[in-house]
């Protein structure tokens, strides 16, 4: 496992963007595939975006519809989410996760090693 912290969320407007990091401890993070999940209050986590190690590979949810991009920068051990065009369904706490093992796109939540605590993303009418 991999401690992670994530960084960037806070209240914005509907149509807003934010950018969302996540920062890995220790020089093995290049190893991990990373991912983005989210959970609403009263729902379950569910994937977001994903990336695999070098960054050459990503996925995303669906329901996304184009509004997000995953990237990553290996040298600061960090992954970031870019959200764009946020509706009030948006609103949820976003977690950062990472997990050295293969495909790097598993989207059930418990397939995921290490996470982080979470940032808090609302989203206002």
């Known amino acids: 496992q991999v401690p992670l912290v994530e960084s960037g969320g806070g209240l914005v407007q509907a149509g807003d963007s934010l950018r969302l990091s996540c920062t890995a401890s220790g020089d093995t993070f290049r190893r991990y595939a990373g991912a983005w999940f989210r959970q609403a209050p009263d729902k379950n986590r569910e994937f977001v975006a994903a990336i695999n190690w070098d960054g050459r590979s990503t996925s995303y949810a669906d329901f996304l519809e184009g509004r997000c991009t995953i990237s990553r920068d290996n040298a600061k051990n960090s992954v970031y989410l870019q959200l764009d065009r946020l509706t009030p369904e948006d609103t949820a706490i976003y977690y950062c996760?990472?997990?050295?093992?293969?495909?790097?796109?598993?989207?059930?939540?418990?397939?995921?090693?290490?996470w982080g605590q979470g940032t808090q993303v609302t989203v206002s009418p």
């Open positions: 996760a990472a997990d050295t093992r293969s495909p790097f796109d598993r989207r059930w939540s418990g397939e995921w090693k290490s």
